[in-house]
């Protein structure tokens, strides 16, 4: 099993962006994706998670209202858009892969990538 996450690198502050996750060898279709972030300093947090299938979402309280989760799974990827970015969504975010939302039932993980938010 592979996730590999892209579309990090540095945004401005209000600034959006959009981070993709790709999965292979595992069954996407059937499986709960989750975006967690780790700041310099700091512990791993949960940001959102999607079920497939059935698209039920949910959202940590630092980014609800400012991201959207979504899955394509003709694809077999995940996505999440953030908007209104601030310094603290600086952290290097992972994907991971799992039976459902709770973090504690996600075996499988990207390398992460760097998300660095400036004025």
């Known amino acids: 099993v592979q996730l590999v996450e892209s579309g990090g690198g540095c945004v401005q502050t209000g600034g959006s962006l959009r981070l993709s996750c790709e999965v292979s060898?595992?069954?996407?279709?059937?499986?709960?994706i989750g975006w967690f972030r780790q700041a310099p300093g700091k512990d791993r947090d949960g940001v959102s998670c999607?079920?497939?299938?059935?698209?039920?979402?949910g959202y940590s309280h630092f980014v609800k209202g400012r991201a959207t989760i979504s899955s394509d799974m003709a694809k077999n990827t995940a996505y999440l858009e953030m908007n209104d970015l601030n310094a603290e969504d600086t952290a290097v975010y992972y994907c991971?892969?799992?039976?459902?939302?709770?973090?504690?039932?996600?075996?499988?993980w990207g390398k992460g990538i760097l998300v660095t938010v400036s004025s």
């Open positions: 991971a892969i799992g039976t459902t939302c709770n973090t504690g039932a996600m075996q499988f």
């Open positions: 060898g595992a069954t996407f279709g059937d499986s709960a």
């Open positions: 999607i079920t497939n299938p059935g698209g039920i979402t």
